[in-house]
């Protein structure tokens, strides 16, 4: 059975500081997938990393995948009061059925 | 980009009572869709995969009579959850993989569900 687990939980940062997230899974695939929600709402789609190695960047956030470890990582470079919200990995189990992480609920402070 | 929708996006009912969400693929055709459940500070649960034309695949541990999906169009399914109880107020979100070559899946906006 497929799990997948993050790491913290939650965290609480200063503004400007660097901090990254974890997201461990029990099962070999090549696919992983990076959300965001923010209170009271539905999924955003961050990143689609879609082999190993894959590294992809948008603004303060960059993703990273290592299948050979089961790993991907979700690194916050100068955090900002916006970037508060609670994020989730996902690892598909078949083509599109998903397994959500844990979650991590971040906290910025100004 | 595709589109998902639910509707409505939320409902209070009295326990006892049953209520249907539905799911729409606005601008592509969805086969299978699936639903999640997302109770408060919790990750999402897959509760169901919905098949056009034929049964919903349900996960371990979800009671089949109790929410019933019919997938009856390309883009249209619906969550029915029948005698609801205040326990089943939850978040409900559904998703639809898009036209093949897109390697994920997008999201409706979700259904707050309140069972008083």
């Known amino acids: 059975e497929l799990k997948v687990e993050q790491n913290p939980l939650f965290l609480s940062m200063q503004e400007g500081k660097n901090y990254t997230i974890y997201c461990n899974y029990s099962t070999t695939s090549d696919r992983l997938y990076w959300y965001r929600q923010d209170p009271g709402k539905s999924l955003e789609s961050l990143f689609v990393?879609?082999?190993?190695?894959a590294v992809k960047q948008e603004g303060r956030l960059m993703a990273s995948l290592d299948t050979k470890a089961r790993l991907s990582t979700l690194h916050i470079t100068a955090a900002v009061h916006d970037l508060s919200a609670t994020y989730f990995c996902?690892?598909?189990?078949?083509?599109?059925?998903?397994?959500f992480g844990t979650g991590t609920r971040l906290k910025v402070l100004a | 980009g595709a589109v998902v929708s639910q509707h409505p996006s939320r409902v209070i009912c009295k326990s006892g009572t049953s209520v249907k969400i539905e799911c729409r693929s606005l601008?592509?055709?969805?086969?299978?869709m699936f639903w999640y459940r997302q109770f408060p500070k919790q990750s999402l649960m897959l509760m169901a995969t919905s098949n056009e034309g034929s049964k919903a695949t349900y996960e371990q541990g979800v009671e089949k009579d109790k929410f019933l999906i019919n997938h009856a169009s390309l883009t249209l399914s619906t969550l029915t959850v029948t005698s609801a109880h205040p326990e089943d107020s939850s978040f409900y979100i559904c998703s639809a993989p898009p036209p093949s070559g897109v390697y994920e899946q997008f999201f409706g906006p979700g259904t707050r569900l309140t069972v008083l």
């Open positions: 996902a690892v598909p189990s078949g083509t599109y059925k998903y397994i």
């Open positions: 601008d592509f055709q969805a086969t299978t």
């Open positions: 990393l879609l082999s190993n190695g």
